[in-house]
């Protein structure tokens, strides 16, 4: 089975704390490694993590705020300097490139050439081997100086289950016509869909990036393996949340129930709070919600 992991770089949000680093998730899924955003002090974080500069495959950045992109200097710096060549594409909210630039004089003309801008449209899929995509889901952060965007990452939908007694007992035998079946032919009057199941889904996560609770988070995150929801406030601070745009753990929690997440992860945690006054407040709502530390990992399983 294809391994499909999620560790949490960075949990914290807006200033790091000494348990909390800045928002960096990365996504394993086969060989294909994405993070989404490069807070400050990233390169770190995946040292420790992984044991060494992993070579990202792409980065997704959901906006322009410095708690989300102060770490992509230093680490491209990094990969230019042992010699990375392979460019390294990024992916963003217009307006990608202006931001972008804003490094150049920091990077130096040889690391910045290691970048390739990708600007997405909302709802616009980037796909990567095997069937694996990440699609931008707009959101709503930001949007005094533009776009902001949340990502659902998912595998296409396998086949369905090829039903084997079923097919022997209807006079087809192990071999090359199981192969053909598979295939989508019919082999003595049997019908593939006579012997297999139906499509069965692939795993999907939706990580939000800095929001106010939203619909299309609801509609993009409808019934996936995981939600990873930022939980910058607590109700208590809900003078903040017009002027922020950021959500509550309980926005978070009702958003993960409305949409029937199977798992409920809450991010960009706020220096002020406690992962106790986070976690109190969103089991109100959807019982079992976890708020990870950094460096923690979640293994997404396939089922059936
Ligand atoms: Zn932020």
Partial sequence: MTDFAVTFLGTGGTSPSPQRGLPATLFKRGGTKLLVDCGEGTQRQLWISEGGLTDLDAIFLTHYHSDHILGLPGLLNSYQLRGRDRPIPIYGPKPLMRNLNRFRTLMGGHTFSLLRAHELAPGERVDFADGFSVMAVPVQHNRGSGHAFGYRLAEQNRPGRF?????????????????????????????????????????????????????????????????????????????????????????????????RVKKLALYHISQRHRAKQVLKEAWNNYMGAIVPNDFDRIDLHLEG
């Fill in 163 to 259: 039903d084997v007694e079923k097919a022997k007992s209807l006079g087809v035998h192990p071999g090359p016509d199981f192969g053909k079946l598979q295939a989508g032919h019919t082999v003595r009057g049997v019908k593939p869909d006579d012997v297999i199941g139906p499509e069965r889904p692939g795993r999907t996560v939706v990580i939000s990036g800095d929001t106010a609770p939203t619909k299309s988070i609801v509609m993009a995150a409808h019934e996936v393996d995981l939600l990873i929801h930022e939980a910058s406030l607590l109700t208590l601070d809900r003078d903040w949340k017009e002027k922020t745009e950021h959500s509550t753990a309980l926005d978070a929690a009702r958003i993960a129930r409305e949409a």
